[in-house]
């Protein structure tokens, strides 16, 4: 479909290789004056704006004059029932779940209700630079139907799924062993792998899980290999003591997934900061996935997760970024970026920019076994793009006159940035979000 060729041109952003085994700077490849070729939703080139022009004559140019021109960033674990709660004071996960989410989800049986909530949420993540997230809805059949309909609509890629829950919540926000298997078979018939939608089995977590439902929620994953599974894992100490007594068998929390299936490639366990060393032994040897929640885990108070331990090593386990709204307390990958650096300096360790980036985009397709397709600005991928303006507010203007690398700069995005920089996002090749446009609109 050549009528559907068009280039951007600006500076463009891609990585070469995983900057956690290369030395960083080595793994991103920048073209000062670069072009990306999109036809039919996928990048087909990327290069210099002269020999890539050059080689498709009369081709239609976006020019963005001093953007960065990358991959859309990539939310690996995300609740968007709860975006309407975020920044609710005062309690830890368990009290917070209790007190501001369960309440809030229930009003997701309203397919309506649903539905914009859906809308706004894809929205945000549209003017966020946000191209693809892994997403839990509500038990509701029907917020999971919102949800992929209105990113069919935008034809995002998106995984979410139901929230299989049987106990520990309130009864309106429950399932039970068999409907929650019921329901989420029948969503997988319906929508995974319709357009670029996938489906994620989404077993809450062990507290509001029985045992019963965990082991169907592992019979349907293994009956539906390609989907994902999402599930949360050793967030908050009062949970984790709190599945030791409800799974008193386990060797750890780790362990009681385990034990019903629900751990190896395609599985995406949020949190995972209080782990034990066979937990992450076994996290790595099954290629396992881990959502990294950096605002949320300072925002609940849930702790500091170890990047140094589970990604910058000698065994590294798949890693992605990721908002977590509404226990994170942002919608912006910057944000999120941000808070992952200060959370590894209190570690002690330091998150290079390029690592933050990149855990960003590919390390979070990674997670969700996408990043053949998304999260990188390379030929061949789908042209999920977003084009950053470099200088976005006075102060970020003024920080970058002292800037002199890429990687500077990539740092005081991630540290001053908001959805100020992001000029436009490209999805599939369509343009679904300009700022100029939408503050001429507001
Ligand atoms: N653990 C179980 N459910 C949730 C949730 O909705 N948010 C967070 N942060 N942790 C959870
Ligand atoms: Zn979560």
């Known amino acids: 479909n050549t009528s559907a060729t068009f280039a951007l041109r600006g500076r463009t952003l891609a990585f070469r290789d995983d900057p956690f085994r290369v030395p960083p700077d080595q793994t991103i490849a920048t073209e000062e004056d670069g072009?990306?070729?999109?036809?039919?939703?996928?990048?087909?080139e990327v290069g210099p704006a002269a020999e890539v022009l050059a080689r498709h004559p009369g081709v239609a140019v976006e020019a963005y004059d001093g953007g960065l021109i990358m991959a859309g960033f990539v939310d690996s674990h995300a609740h968007y029932p709860q975006m309407e709660i975020i920044g609710s004071y005062g309690e830890q996960l368990l009290e917070w779940l209790e007190k501001y989410t369960f309440p809030t989800e229930t009003k997701y049986a309203d397919y309506q209700y649903a539905r914009a909530g859906a809308e706004a949420y894809l929205d945000g993540c549209l003017s966020n630079g946000i191209t693809s997230a892994c997403v839990f809805a509500a038990t509701y059949p029907g917020s999971v139907d919102a949800l992929f309909e209105a990113a069919l609509a935008r034809g995002m890629r998106i995984a979410t799924g139901k929230n299989m829950m049987d106990r520990h919540a309130p009864a309106a926000l429950c399932d039970t062993a068999a409907s929650g298997y019921d329901q989420s078979k029948a969503l997988i018939e319906a929508w995974h792998g319709r357009g670029r939608l996938v489906y994620a089995?989404?077993?809450?977590?062990?507290?509001?899980?029985?045992?019963?439902?965990?082991?169907?929620?592992?019979?349907?994953?293994?009956?539906?290999?390609?989907?994902?599974?999402?599930?949360?894992?050793?967030?908050?100490?009062?949970?984790?003591?709190?599945?030791?007594?409800?799974?008193?068998?386990?060797?750890?929390?780790?362990?009681?997934?385990?034990?019903?299936?629900?751990?190896?490639?395609?599985?995406?366990?949020?949190?995972c900061i209080h782990l034990t060393e066979r937990e992450i032994a076994r996290l790595t040897e099954s290629g396992s996935a881990v959502s990294h929640c950096p605002t949320s885990n300072a925002f609940i108070g849930s702790g500091l997760f170890d990047m140094k331990g589970l990604r910058d090593c000698a065994a590294p386990?798949?890693?992605?970024?990721?908002?977590?709204?509404?226990g994170g307390s942002s919608l912006s990958m910057f944000d999120t970026m941000k808070a992952a650096y200060e959370v590894a300096q209190l570690r002690g360790y330091s998150l290079h920019p390029v690592k933050a980036f990149w855990l960003a985009t590919l390390g979070s397709?990674?997670?969700?076994?996408?990043?053949?397709?998304?999260?990188?600005?390379?030929?061949?991928?789908?042209?999920?793009?977003?084009?950053?303006?470099?200088?976005?507010t006075p102060l970020i203007r003024r920080r970058m006159r002292t800037v002199e690398t890429l990687s500077d700069a990539l740092f005081v995005q991630m540290i001053l940035a908001d959805d100020r920089a992001v000029r436009a996002t490209y999805v599939a090749g369509e343009k679904l979000y300009d700022r100029d446009q939408a503050s001429a609109e507001r």
Do not use: K
Not at 317 to 326: E, H, P, S, W, Y
Not at 367 to 389: K, P, Q, S
């Open 35 to 44: 072009a990306v070729v999109i036809a039919a939703g996928r990048i087909v």
């Open 201 to 271: 089995v989404t077993p809450r977590f062990a507290i509001t899980s029985t045992p019963e439902q965990l082991e169907a929620a592992g019979a349907l994953w293994r009956e539906h290999p390609t989907t994902l599974m999402q599930t949360h894992m050793s967030e908050n100490l009062a949970e984790i003591a709190w599945v030791r007594e409800l799974y008193p068998d386990a060797p750890d929390y780790l362990g009681v997934y385990e034990s019903f299936g629900l751990i190896g490639e395609g599985t995406n366990f949020g949190h």
């Open 317 to 326: 386990i798949r890693v992605g970024l990721a908002t977590d709204i509404g």
């Open 365 to 392: 397709a990674g997670a969700l076994r996408m990043d053949d397709r998304i999260g990188n600005l390379a030929a061949g991928y789908e042209a999920d793009v977003v084009v950053l303006d470099l200088e976005s």
